[in-house]
């Protein structure tokens, strides 16, 4: 690994998956296909771009309580993030959403430990252990 952080557990687990890094927040029901994972609101910066099996950071989800069920729908459906990092808090939509899903959530990141977050970069989220790493690329 290059670099760890600690970071806050909100919804227990380890997963690892390229980063998908948004500084929009996300509406689960309106904005992502539910069937295949992908972002389908044109105003959005990830507009086209598949969750499935990522690490999404993102500042977290607007919308009703329903998008709680939209995650769970995209876990349903084998295309949802395989892990979430919420850039400040965690709402109660994502984090209900990921509870219900069974997908690793973390909030919080300590700003003490330095990491750098790129698009496409390898993210090892154990929240179980409350660190978020980046894995090293291979040569």
Same mark, same amino acid.
């Given at each position: ?11 227990? #687990? !380890? ?15 309106? /904005? ?6 992908? =972002?389908?609101?044109?105003? !959005? ?5 598949? =969750? ?7 500042? #977290?989800?607007? #919308?009703? *309580?329903?998008?709680?069920? %939209? ?15 919420? /850039? ?24 003490? %430990? ?6 496409? /970069? ?7 252990? *409350?660190?978020? %790493? ?6």
């Amino acid at each position: 690994m290059i670099a760890g952080t600690n970071c806050r557990k909100i919804v227990g #687990g !380890h997963a690892t998956g390229a980063a998908l890094i948004t500084n929009e927040r996300i509406n689960f029901l309106s /904005m992502i296909n539910q069937e295949n994972g992908i =972002v389908e609101d044109n105003q !959005h910066e990830l507009f086209g771009s598949p =969750v499935k099996n990522t690490v999404l950071i993102f500042p #977290g989800s607007i #919308g009703s *309580s329903v998008g709680a069920y %939209s995650i769970f729908s995209l876990k349903m459906n084998l295309c949802a993030p395989a892990a979430i990092i919420c /850039m400040g808090k965690a709402d109660i939509v994502t984090a209900s959403g990921c509870a219900i899903s069974n997908i690793p959530l973390v909030d919080k990141l300590d700003n003490t %430990s330095f990491i750098v977050i790129k698009p496409g /970069m390898q993210v090892n989220v154990d929240a179980d252990q *409350s660190l978020v %790493s980046i894995r090293s690329p291979t040569v």
